[in-house]
C-alpha cells in the first residue's frame, strides 16, 4: 500500500508551463510503475504518462513532446513537467502507483494501478 499526495496544480494561460508533484509514503525505486492519468468534465479518465523502475517513459500522443515524467528516488517523489498546455489539458490529474513487483514491471499503458492521490485540479485559459 502507497500513500501519495500531489500538489502543483492551478490555473494557468495556454501556452504556459505547470510542474505537479506527488509525493509517495514510501520508496517507490524498484520494481514499481508510477503514473499520472487525467479526467476532465464529462470524458474517461486518460493516462497521461508512467515511469518504469528504470525510467523508461512512456506518453500519450496528446502530451507527447510537451510534457515530462521523472522520478527523485531520494525525496519518494513523481514530477509531472507540463509545458506549452492547451485548454484540452484542463482536468483533475491523478498521480498512481503499482507494486511492489517480485519483478521489473514493462508498465504498459492500461496497466492496473492499485494506488491513487486525491487529485490536483490544472485548468488552463485560452
Known amino acids: 500500500q502507497v500513500q501519495l499526495v500531489e500538489s502543483g496544480g492551478g490555473s494557468v494561460q495556454a501556452g504556459g508551463s505547470l510542474r505537479l508533484s506527488c509525493a509517495a509514503s514510501r520508496s517507490t525505486s524498484s520494481n514499481f510503475c508510477m503514473a499520472w492519468f487525467r479526467q476532465a468534465p464529462g470524458k474517461e479518465r486518460e493516462e497521461v504518462a508512467s515511469i518504469d523502475s528504470n525510467g523508461k517513459q512512456m506518453y500519450s500522443d496528446s502530451v507527447k513532446g510537451r510534457f515530462t515524467i521523472t522520478k527523485d528516488n531520494n525525496r519518494n517523489t513523481l514530477y509531472l513537467q507540463m509545458d506549452s498546455l492547451k485548454p484540452d489539458d484542463t482536468a483533475i490529474y491523478y498521480c498512481?502507483?503499482?507494486?511492489?513487483?517480485?519483478?521489473?514491471?514493462?508498465?504498459?499503458?492500461?496497466?492496473?494501478?492499485?494506488?491513487w492521490g486525491q487529485g490536483t485540479q490544472v485548468t488552463v485559459s485560452s
Open positions: 498512481a502507483a503499482a507494486g511492489p513487483y517480485p519483478w521489473p514491471p514493462s508498465c504498459q499503458p492500461g496497466w492496473d494501478y492499485k494506488n
